[in-house]
T-cell receptor, first 116, second 112 residues
Framework: DTGVSQNPRHKITKRGQNVTFRCDPI?????LYWYRQTLGQGPEFLTY????????KSRLLSDRFSAERPKGSFSTLEIQRTEQGDSAMYLC??????????????FGPGTRLTVL | GQQLNQSPQSMFIQEGEDVSMNCTSSSIFNTWLWYKQDPGEGPVLLIA?????ELTSNGRLTAQFGITRKDSFLNISASIPSDVGIYFC????????????FGIGTKLQVIP
């Protein structure tokens, strides 16, 4: 399977705990994105990486959230001191973006986080 | 920031009927994308549109990039039960390819 993969698919945690999610993009895709989706809404942009550089962060990404892409391949999203409002589906997407080209993003299956 | 208005928000149709849904934006986009999402899964790309006026088909699906660059529609012909799901439009602004804005989704239910 050469699509975007995410682990775990589901995570249940208690309020105040830290959680970490992993995303493996499509091989050779240079851009990687994180989105959050709550029930009944479309995905909302959180942050993106071009190779290993984190180039943009949404205001939705509070200081409890941190994302890394250390070698320009897989990425991790960590949420510290989780709150019930963090409960959502966290989606990862990747794309191959060349200079002056469009940027079509392909999504992974998501990680469903439930904070009790 | 950009806002996308997607309509209808939900629809029930009989199997075999055609379906149409659309999105409008408060500002122009360079790219329009249509995704389908099944429960508990990530969005799957259906059609990508890159030029104003472009009309693109993918099997029974047809989508168009509006000439004003502020709207797009998706048509599904001869619906079947597996078309059930939530359809999202999404757009990318000029120079901001990385920032995809999604509509609220159209929930489609097909009655066999």
């Amino acid at each position: 399977d050469t699509g975007v993969s995410q682990n775990p698919r589901h995570k249940i945690t208690k309020r105040g705990q830290n959680v970490t999610f992993r995303c493996d993009p499509i091989s050779e895709h240079n851009r990687l994105y994180w989105y959050r989706q709550t029930l009944g809404q479309g995905p909302e942009f959180l942050t993106y990486f071009q190779n290993e550089a984190q180039l943009e962060k949404s205001r939705l990404l509070s200081d409890r959230f941190s994302a890394e892409r250390p070698k320009g391949s897989f990425s991790t999203l960590e949420i510290q001191r989780t709150e019930q409002g963090d409960s959502a589906m966290y989606l990862c997407a990747s794309s191959l973006s060349l200079a002056g080209d469009t940027d079509t993003q392909y999504f992974g299956p998501g990680t469903r986080l439930t904070v009790l | 920031g950009q806002q996308l208005n997607q309509s209808p928000q939900s629809m029930f149709i009989q199997e075999g009927e055609d379906v149409s849904m659309n999105c409008t934006s408060s500002s122009i986009f360079n790219t329009w994308l249509w995704y389908k999402q099944d429960p508990g899964e990530g969005p799957v790309l259906l059609i990508a549109l890159y030029k104003a006026g472009e009309l693109t088909s993918n099997g029974r699906l047809t989508a168009q990039f509006g000439i004003t660059r502020k709207d797009s529609f998706l048509n599904i012909s001869a619906s079947i039960p597996s078309d059930v799901g939530i359809y999202f439009c999404a757009g990318q602004p000029p120079g901001g390819y990385q920032k995809v804005t999604f509509g609220i989704g159209t929930k489609l239910q097909v009655i066999p």
